[in-house]
Nanobody
């Protein structure tokens, strides 16, 4: 059974940093792509960053230059390093893993709150 577990969320002041982790119960090479998404109150879920099996990376324009997606293959873990956080980054952050042409697997989410 595939499980994704996020951790690392919390309360941080504007300008601060957090690192989110997404631990997967199976080899991350089982998936064609993995990604981080977020959903703020009253808004739709949006893609934040994604990484393919081949290592291709893309970011939402709103986080380029501030967020970095990475993975540790032996640990079956994906990360999202978030720097220079802004209040508008406040959201529940979810990780996903997918095999193309199949429904993705989702984690339960971790809350990130950026506030002074």
């Amino acid at each position: 059974q595939v499980q994704l577990v996020e951790s690392g969320g919390g309360l941080v002041q504007p300008g601060g940093s957090l690192r989110l982790s997404c631990e997967v119960s199976v080899s991350i090479f089982s998936f064609d792509a993995m990604a981080w998404h977020r959903q703020a109150p009253g808004k739709e879920r949006e893609l934040v960053a994604a990484i393919t099996k081949g290592g291709r990376i893309n970011y939402a324009d709103s986080v380029k230059g501030r967020f970095t997606i990475s993975r540790d293959n032996p640990k079956n873990t994906m990360y999202l390093q978030m720097n220079v956080l802004k209040p508008e980054d406040t959201a529940v952050y979810y990780c996903s893993a997918r095999v193309y042409n199949r429904d993705p697997y989702w984690g339960q989410g971790t809350q990130v709150t950026v506030s002074s």
